[in-house]
């Protein structure tokens, strides 16, 4: 690997929320060996906690008071924040801003902060890891960064929905109705992106708390097309995504009496593969839907 | 035989004026991201566009907005269809009005979970959030697992938040025993 990578001037406090330490540990680990690789600063804080996602729909106040205290703490480190879920982007993103525009609306934060002997000034600064590959490193040096390209291998781009939405937060990095960031990333990586109807369309996931026969119908509209196209894997950068193409897969394909057999990669994973890093360090062997087909692939692509 | 104007006929249900409520608009429209509602001309786009709407005819963007300038309050904040909004942002993208319409239903889901109509997951979260700061606390099998695949061990929960879910464990108390449930 080098010494001479280049180390980017800005540290990051990773954000992991809850999803990724617990069930998506592959995707964890393709994300810091990837950092480590191109140079960008990672630092753990063992404090933070749920991002306050999950409760929007319940308490808005409550669930912008829990994103408040996640980024006063990445404030009083002085570092801006990496996601790597789209979900915790949002949420913290859509706080920083909500209370860099609204003073009163900071106040009341600050009030409920004060029960943990916190404070919040803002604003912070918030990154997706892939948001952060794409302006930060460039197309470029990933693209140097490229020892064995995936040539031959077929992947379509899920974009999900908090990853550029909403669109007025994320500074509109890329366009809503028509993106690319993701298949640039994957053409990076040599392989071919497959364009797709349903592209843009959200998981589903979640509608799960609300009506599973909902979600999953939505997520298997997706499978559908994809089994058509006979694409060799589904690229997420969103753990609930992630979780819902490929640990749901199985009963997706159980409540409708089909099969799709999709393997579900996150984007770190496929980069890293085209770096020329080892399986077992980007966690492919631990999907649910197997990533075997995919290394068979690649290999007989090399051998041929 | 199969008319759909019939079948609506015949599913549809009368609405006395009497039981409208005029001021139900104006409380949405004090909940953040309910403010836009009356900038709502009913052009469709939200439900043309909704990923749920396709698959579950009983979420119906446009629809919902219609119910609430028209006030009905039962219809809305007391039916589970509010829970089935993906929260995709797809129609807040494209409103040509600019209706922040994520945002309005999360509104709306904050009103209903206010009344108690909420689906059952929600206490659970809220509980386990209250309690561990995280909806999936780790164990020690799992930092074991964390540490083999070489990554860092972390905290198995961060109940240190507790008291910032003060207020939505409040009123999940009152509502404990009168809960509805879909």
Not at chain 1, 102 to 125: D, I, M, S, T
Not at chain 2, 91 to 107: F, H, K, T, Y
Not at chain 2, 152 to 173: C, K, M, N, Q, Y
Request: charged content about 30%.
């Amino acid at each position: 690997m080098g010494g001479e990578e280049k180390e980017m001037d800005r540290s990051y406090a990773l954000f992991l929320g809850c999803t990724i330490p617990a069930r998506a540990r592959n995707y964890e680990m393709s994300v810091r060996a990837l950092a480590r690789h191109l140079g960008i600063k990672l630092v753990d804080v063992e404090e933070f906690s749920c991002c306050g996602f999950p409760l929007a729909s319940a308490d808005h106040k409550v669930a912008q008071s829990l994103a408040a205290r996640n980024l006063s703490l990445a404030e009083q480190k002085g570092l801006d924040i990496c996601t790597l879920c789209s979900s915790c982007t949002s949420s913290l993103t859509e706080t920083s801003h909500e209370l860099e525009a609204h003073p009163e609306e900071l106040k009341e934060v600050n009030k409920r902060l004060a029960r943990l002997q916190q404070a919040y000034k803002g604003p912070v600064r918030v990154r997706h890891f892939v948001r952060i590959l794409w302006e930060e490193v460039g197309l470029e040096r990933i693209r140097e960064a490229v020892k064995t390209p995936l040539q031959g291998l077929r992947l379509a781009a899920h974009y999900g929905c908090h990853f550029l939405k909403p669109s007025e937060v994320y500074g509109g990095f890329d366009p809503v109705e028509d993106p690319r960031v993701l298949d640039e990333l994957i053409r990076a990586s040599g392989a071919e992106a497959v364009d797709y109807a349903r592209k843009k369309q959200c998981c589903g996931g979640s509608v799960l708390v609300a009506d599973e026969n909902t979600a999953l119908a939505i997520g298997r509209d997706k499978l559908v097309e994809l089994k058509e196209l006979q694409v060799d894997g589904l690229v997420v950068v969103c753990p609930f995504c992630g979780v819902m193409f490929d640990s749901q897969q199985k009963k997706i394909e159980k409540s409708f009496e089909e099969t799709y057999e999709i393997p579900v990669l996150y984007l770190t994973q496929v980069l890293g593969l085209a770096m020329g890093m080892e399986e077992k360090d980007l966690g492919l062997s631990t999907h649910a839907v197997k990533t075997r087909p995919v290394m068979e692939k690649l290999k007989s692509a090399v051998a041929s | 035989m199969n008319d759909p104007l019939q079948e609506a006929r015949e599913g549809a249900k009368t609405v006395e004026e009497s039981s409208l409520d005029p001021t139900l608009a104006d409380e949405v429209a004090q909940e953040p991201g309910g403010e836009g509602i009356r900038e709502c001309f009913a052009c469709g786009t939200c439900s043309a566009g909704c990923p749920v709407r396709r698959f579950n005819e009983r979420f119906n963007p446009r629809r919902i907005i219609r119910m609430v300038l028209l006030g009905m309050r039962e219809e809305v904040l007391g039916e589970p269809f509010v829970w089935l909004c993906a929260t995709c942002f797809t129609c807040q993208e494209r409103c040509p009005q600019g209706v922040r319409i994520s945002d309005l239903m999360r509104a709306l889901k904050n009103l209903a979970l206010r009344r108690g109509n909420m689906p059952e997951g929600i206490p659970i979260q809220a509980r386990l959030l209250a309690e561990k700061g995280t909806l999936y606390p780790l164990d020690e099998f799992d930092n074991k697992k964390r540490v083999k695949a070489g990554l860092p061990a972390l905290p198995e929960a961060h109940g240190e938040v507790g008291p910032l879910l003060r207020e939505l464990e409040e009123i999940l108390s009152q509502k404990e025993s009168g809960s509805k449930s879909d």
